[in-house]
């Protein structure tokens, strides 16, 4: 099955610093990458996806770049403030497994003032 | 903001005392999931319908069991409560689509106490 693999589990980053999370998986059948973000106590939130036919996709301060032939995925957020401290996660899934996301372990981010 | 609805918000039950979940979506979506969250951890499926489909994981014990009375609710059970199932239990949809499925929408998820 597919296995993801999430860098770094901790991330400390000053007030518009950039902060970029790396993720690499398994199974070349893979073809959906999500990325979520998780307040404390709260549900988890995509933020961006992308999906195998794109190699980057942007939203305003945050970017995913996507690498199929290496297999890996990089979350980029520029300018970071406050408020983009959480735990992020990466997934990943195939067309054929029922939209089943496997998820990386997450990346504790603190942006500090 | 009230697409994946979840009751409770936080449950308490005694160990070995059966408790139900519930989750209600108003998406209309075909597929759900239940996930299991413990503290700085990933989210990790427990099962998933497929419109009437019930699809277990391999590794969710049998403790765990799902009802889909229709399109709108899905419930978790979980018979017989242990100390160690206590976490947050996440319910997501997402709809099947032609091209593929549309992106996994979570609710707020339940957070179970066992004492």
């Known amino acids: 099955g597919e296995n993801v693999e999430q860098h770094p589990s901790t991330l400390s980053v000053q007030e518009g610093d950039s902060a970029v999370i790396k993720c690499t998986y398994s199974d070349s059948a893979s073809n959906y990458f999500p990325w979520y973000k998780q307040e404390l106590g709260k549900r988890p939130q995509l933020i961006i996806d992308i999906r195998s036919n794109v190699g980057e996709k942007k939203d305003q301060r945050i970017a995913v770049t996507l690498n199929k032939t290496a297999k890996h995925f990089s979350l980029h957020i520029t300018e970071t403030q406050p408020e983009d401290s959480a735990v992020y996660f990466c997934a990943a899934s195939t067309s054929e497994s029922w939209g089943k996301l496997q998820f990386g372990a997450g990346t504790q981010v603190v942006v500090t003032p | ?115």
């Open chain 2, 1 to 115: 903001d009230a697409m994946v609805i979840q009751n409770p918000r936080y449950q308490v039950t005694q160990f070995g005392k059966p408790v139900t979940l519930s989750c209600s979506q108003t998406l209309n979506h075909n597929v759900m999931y239940w996930y299991q969250q413990k503290s700085s951890q990933a989210p990790k499926l427990l099962f998933h319908y497929y419109d009437k489909d019930f699809n277990n994981e391999a590794d969710t014990p049998d403790n765990f069991q799902s009802r889909r009375p229709n399109t709108s609710f899905c419930f978790l059970d979980i018979r017989s409560p242990g100390l160690g199932d206590a976490a947050m239990y996440l319910c997501a949809t997402t709809r099947e689509l032609a091209g593929g499925r549309e992106t996994q929408y979570f609710g707020p998820g339940t957070r179970l106490l066992v004492l």
